[in-house]
C-alpha cells in the first residue's frame, strides 16, 4: 500500500502497514510536543527519528503534526513555526532557509469527488476510505505565511512569500509575491532584494 500512495495511485486506509507507519509517527510527535522548553536536545533527537531527513540548524517549534514523518525532507537553517500540519502521504520536500509561519498546512493527500468512493465498507465489513497523493515541493528561502494551506502537486519557486491565510492550489513560481484563495501571483520581487541560493542564513 505504501508503494501505491507514494506513486501517486488511489489507496485505501486504515491500512495495517500505513497504520503502523502512522501511529508509530503519533508516538514520537506526542513526546516531541510534550518536552519541555529547554530540552532542545531531546526534541532534536526525536524530530530526527521522525522524518526522513532534517537539515543542520533547522528548527522546528511544537506543536507539531504529521502524518508518517518517514516521506518529509527538510533542508537547512529551516524554521517551522508553532502549530504547523504536514500530511505527508506524498513526498514533502522543502528546501533551506525556508520559513512556515504560525498554523501552515502542507497537504499532500484528497479525496475522491464522488461522494461513494470517499468511505465505504470492504469485503470485511470495515469502513474505509479512499485518498490519492501528489508530492509537495517548497523551494529555498520561500516563505510562507501564518495560516496558509498548501494543497496536493503544488511547488512553490525559490525566494517567493505566500500571504497569510491563502490557499494554493497551483504552482507558484520564484521570486514572486503571491497570495489569497486561490492563491495569485501579486507582484515580482526585485532582483536586488532575491536571495543567493547558497547564501548562509543564521536562525536566531
Not at 42 to 64: M, V
Not at 86 to 105: F, H
Not at 171 to 179: L, R
Request: charged fraction near 25%; proline fraction near 7%; charge should be neutral.
Amino acid at each position: 500500500m505504501i508503494e501505491k500512495m507514494l506513486a501517486g495511485e488511489p489507496y485505501h486506509s486504515p491500512n495495517f502497514e500505513l497504520s503502523r507507519l502512522h501511529m508509530r509517527a503519533q508516538a514520537i510527535q506526542e513526546k516531541f510536543n510534550a518536552a519541555p522548553a529547554l530540552a532542545s536536545r531531546d526534541r532534536d533527537r526525536l524530530i530526527r527519528q521522525l522524518l526522513k531527513e532534517i537539515g543542520e540548524n533547522s528548527w522546528i517549534a511544537p506543536p507539531f503534526y504529521c502524518d508518517y514523518g518517514k516521506f518529509i525532507t527538510i533542508g537547512k537553517n529551516t524554521f517551522i513555526n508553532f502549530n504547523c500540519l504536514l500530511l505527508d502521504g506524498a513526498e514533502i520536500v522543502i528546501g533551506d532557509a525556508v520559513i512556515l509561519s504560525p498554523g501552515v498546512k502542507v497537504l499532500t493527500s484528497s479525496h475522491p469527488i464522488e461522494p461513494h468512493k470517499r468511505g465505504f465498507y470492504d469485503e470485511s465489513g470495515t469502513f474505509v476510505c479512499e485518498l490519492q497523493a501528489k508530492p509537495i515541493v517548497i523551494n529555498d528561502h520561500a516563505w510562507i505565511g501564518a495560516g496558509s494551506t498548501v494543497l496536493p502537486g503544488v511547488e512553490i519557486g525559490e525566494n517567493s512569500v505566500i500571504g497569510a491565510g491563502s490557499v494554493v492550489t497551483k504552482s507558484i513560481p520564484p521570486n514572486v509575491v503571491a497570495m489569497g484563495n486561490p492563491c495569485r501571483v501579486y507582484k515580482d520581487i526585485p532582483k536586488k532584494d532575491q536571495k543567493v541560493k547558497n547564501e548562509k542564513r543564521e536562525l536566531v
